[in-house]
């Protein structure tokens, strides 16, 4: 193994900051270990600072641990491919429509891949009434991490609330809410790893939050998920399917609603939620803790992730 010159890209200025500042440091402490000249910069609204910082240490590779808006949506990929820097994860355009939660599902539906039935609308247009009958499920557009998702549930007054005081851009998606089980599945390039099954714990909102992904004991993760054998390898097949779809390089992970109320003997169905390009490495995040199960530990995953960077120009 050559070691390399690598600027660990973290923090940055959206909602998920200090996640993204959890996986810079992890990540940095293990290419360190593995021999790597590694920096950290804590990327933040001085976009100069951050190209002066580049061009004056001229990294071999950028490991882009950002999450959430300029990280995630293409903003910064288009900065390193201007730059002519090799970096980790996927480009401009896959990034930029795996955030963009209406251009995935569009992406999604004309490949043929299960998303459920939704609609974009302004908050002041959900305010007055419900688009569809309840529950169903309001999100922001470009956010990460499960930020602002709401379950409207039948007979709730929070719908109105919502709408009113909501702070994520001027549109909202709504979608249908799909009764059941959160999976997830990483993959890293052309192999689908396994299938987590995740069950918030606490008295949350019941589905897998912004709380139940990063506190400490907020979730519980099952992998192998013992679910029906055709829906777990269906849960795989999906996830590089929709990884391919939006054209994704390196790692990503694709996660789904699973709806088993036939019964264990059946099935079931699987509905993608949306495809995240730039995966937690913190030491709750799933991608990390799949990779292990499958025999790479969390070094080697990052070691790997270097390995697959590459510079778009």
């Known amino acids: 193994m050559t070691a390399r010159r690598v600027s660990v890209l973290m923090g940055g200025m959206s909602a998920e900051r200090e996640v993204s500042l959890a996986s810079g440091r992890n990540v940095?402490?293990?290419?360190?270990g593995l021999g790597h000249d590694v920096?950290?910069?804590d990327a933040g609204p001085d976009l100069l600072a951050i190209v002066g910082d580049l061009q004056a240490h001229r990294?071999?590779?950028?490991?882009?641990?950002?999450?959430?808006?300029?990280?995630?949506?293409?903003?910064?990929q288009g900065v390193l491919d201007w730059m002519g820097i090799a970096y980790t994860h996927s480009g401009v355009r896959a990034s930029a429509t795996a955030m963009d939660k209406d251009a995935a599902r569009t992406v999604f539906m004309a490949a043929g891949l299960p998303v459920a039935g939704g609609l974009v609308m302004t908050p002041a247009q959900l305010e007055p009434a419900d688009p569809m009958p309840a529950p169903y499920v309001?999100?922001?557009?470009?956010?990460?991490?499960?930020?602002?998702?709401?379950?409207?549930?039948?007979?709730?007054?929070?719908?109105?609330?919502?709408?009113?005081?909501?702070?994520?851009?001027?549109q909202v998606l709504v979608e249908e809410y799909i009764p059941g089980r959160e999976l997830t599945v990483g993959v890293l390039e052309d192999r689908a790893l396994t299938v987590t099954d995740i069950t918030p714990t606490g008295g949350g909102p019941g589905f897998y939050d912004y709380q139940a992904k990063y506190?400490?004991?907020?979730?519980?993760?099952?992998?192998?998920?013992?679910?029906?054998?055709?829906?777990?390898?269906?849960?795989?097949?999906l996830a590089l399917a929709a990884h391919r779809a939006l054209g994704c390089r390196g790692a990503s992970r694709t996660d789904f609603r699973y709806d088993d109320s036939a019964g264990p003997d059946a099935?079931?169905?699987?509905?993608?939620?949306?495809?995240?390009?730039?995966?937690?490495?913190?030491p709750t995040s799933l991608l990390p803790e799949q990779a292990a199960a499958c025999g790479m530990d969390y070094a080697t995953l990052c070691q790997w992730m270097i390995d697959h960077a590459t510079c778009r120009t």
């Open 59 to 76: 990294p071999d590779v950028v490991f882009n641990a950002m999450h959430g808006r300029f990280g995630e949506d293409g903003s910064i």
């Open 215 to 237: 506190a400490s004991g907020g979730s519980r993760h099952e992998l192998p998920a013992r679910i029906h054998p055709d829906a777990f390898e269906q849960a795989r097949e």
């Open 138 to 170: 309001v999100k922001p557009l470009n956010e990460g991490s499960s930020v602002g998702v709401e379950i409207i549930l039948p007979g709730s007054n929070r719908r109105a609330t919502v709408a009113a005081e909501w702070t994520f851009g001027g």
């Open 28 to 32: 940095a402490e293990a290419l360190r």
């Open 267 to 282: 099935p079931g169905r699987l509905v993608i939620l949306e495809t995240n390009t730039q995966p937690g490495m913190t």
């Open 39 to 41: 920096r950290c910069i």
